[in-house]
């Protein structure tokens, strides 16, 4: 985790025995500044609106919040329900797939059921393991909305809430979805609510205090977020010198690895053949490459197998 830690340690909170077990077994030993300073409010059942960016370690703290609730009344529920008792929303399938991740790590000795909806592939895989029966469900609004609809689940026994990055719902057009899902929960002071955000813009903000239970404003700031060891440039180059000097800056960094952000998908197969064809081997990623293959070439990015990656 790249976030600076600080000296709260884990076992000082008061989690529950096999939150803690998963911790130790993952190594996570001191909190990160948004661990540190949401935790204690959410394991208190405050609900939390967080200002903090990816690499924060946000998802371990709402993670850790959302199993704290789920295994402390868990004693007092009833039989186990199929229904979902959580619910944590993210902006894009990548998010979702890490959050998944995380969770798997932190539950090694809880147990909960973790079921994944997202767009994409495995349609009927993933209707099926909601259908089996899920405690936390974790998924992109599309597809959710799409089970919901079609009464794979119901939202009656959700106990905790997550919407994580808000400002990219917003972005992305996903808001009203969104907003459907939070309408349709249990009353806000009948559940842990948390919303994340690199941002707590107006509407962001608006959105919180309208849906959870009179929010405590946890943020990180954004310097204390963004490492020392970046350094940023800006140039303005005219559209016909953008690629001659994305040429020219590439022979004289010679980076090691590198990521070429582009806004459309024909401008990022433009600039792959122009790096291809001066001899930079890259890879492509852009909203139509199947998932599948997304993965992979993200894992062979990440592995050093090609030194470019260019994406929208």
């Given at each position: 985790m790249s976030?600076?830690?600080?000296?709260?340690?884990?076992?000082?909170?008061?989690?529950?025995?096999?939150?803690?077990?998963?911790?130790?077994?993952?190594?996570?030993?001191?909190?990160?500044?948004?661990?540190?300073?949401?935790?204690?409010?959410?394991?208190?059942?405050?609900?939390?609106?967080?200002q903090?960016?990816?690499?924060?370690?946000?998802?371990?703290?709402?993670?850790?919040?959302?199993?704290?609730?789920?295994?402390?009344?868990?004693?007092?529920?009833?039989?186990?329900?199929?229904?979902?008792?959580?619910?944590?929303?993210?902006?894009?399938?990548?998010?979702a797939i890490q959050i998944v991740k995380d969770a798997e790590l932190l539950n090694s000795h809880a147990g909960l059921r973790i079921v994944i909806a997202h767009g994409?592939?495995?349609?009927?895989?993933?209707?099926?393991?909601?259908?089996?029966?899920?405690?936390?469900?974790i998924g992109t609004p599309g597809r959710l909305l799409d089970f919901h609809k079609q009464r794979v689940f119901n939202l009656n026994n959700i106990e905790a809430v997550v919407l994580d990055e808000a400002d990219?719902?917003?972005?992305?057009?996903?808001?009203?979805?969104?907003?459907?899902?939070?309408?349709?929960?249990?009353?806000?002071?009948?559940?842990?609510?948390?919303?994340?955000?690199?941002?707590?813009?107006?509407?962001?903000?608006e959105l919180a205090y309208e849906h959870m239970n009179n929010p405590e404003k946890v943020q990180i700031e954004p310097e204390?977020?963004?490492g020392d060891r970046i350094e940023e440039w800006v140039y303005y180059p005219s559209n016909e010198e953008k690629i001659p000097l994305l040429l020219a800056l590439i022979k004289r960094i010679q980076p090691i690895r590198s990521i070429v952000f582009v806004n459309t998908k024909q401008v990022a197969e433009r600039v792959w053949g122009f790096l291809e064809g001066n001899g930079y081997k890259a890879a492509l990623l852009s909203g139509d490459v199947p998932q599948k293959k997304r993965e992979s070439l993200l894992k062979h990015f990440q592995d050093g197998e090609f030194p470019y990656l260019v994406a929208t």
């Amino acid at each position: 985790m790249s976030a600076h830690l600080t000296d709260t340690a884990f076992s000082s909170l008061p989690l529950h025995p096999l939150l803690q077990k998963g911790l130790q077994q993952a190594g996570f030993e001191f909190c990160t500044p948004i661990q540190a300073q949401s935790l204690p409010l959410l394991l208190a059942n405050h609900d939390v609106a967080g200002q903090a960016q990816t690499g924060t370690g946000k998802t371990i703290a709402f993670l850790l919040a959302t199993f704290q609730r789920l295994l402390t009344n868990q004693d007092a529920q009833k039989p186990a329900s199929k229904q979902p008792r959580a619910l944590i929303l993210a902006p894009t399938r990548e998010l979702a797939i890490q959050i998944v991740k995380d969770a798997e790590l932190l539950n090694s000795h809880a147990g909960l059921r973790i079921v994944i909806a997202h767009g994409g592939k495995d349609y009927q895989r993933q209707r099926d393991a909601i259908d089996d029966g899920c405690d936390v469900l974790i998924g992109t609004p599309g597809r959710l909305l799409d089970f919901h609809k079609q009464r794979v689940f119901n939202l009656n026994n959700i106990e905790a809430v997550v919407l994580d990055e808000a400002d990219r719902m917003f972005d992305l057009g996903f808001i009203k979805d969104v907003r459907f899902f939070l309408r349709r929960l249990p009353s806000p002071e009948k559940r842990l609510g948390m919303l994340f955000s690199a941002t707590l813009s107006y509407k962001v903000t608006e959105l919180a205090y309208e849906h959870m239970n009179n929010p405590e404003k946890v943020q990180i700031e954004p310097e204390k977020m963004m490492g020392d060891r970046i350094e940023e440039w800006v140039y303005y180059p005219s559209n016909e010198e953008k690629i001659p000097l994305l040429l020219a800056l590439i022979k004289r960094i010679q980076p090691i690895r590198s990521i070429v952000f582009v806004n459309t998908k024909q401008v990022a197969e433009r600039v792959w053949g122009f790096l291809e064809g001066n001899g930079y081997k890259a890879a492509l990623l852009s909203g139509d490459v199947p998932q599948k293959k997304r993965e992979s070439l993200l894992k062979h990015f990440q592995d050093g197998e090609f030194p470019y990656l260019v994406a929208t």
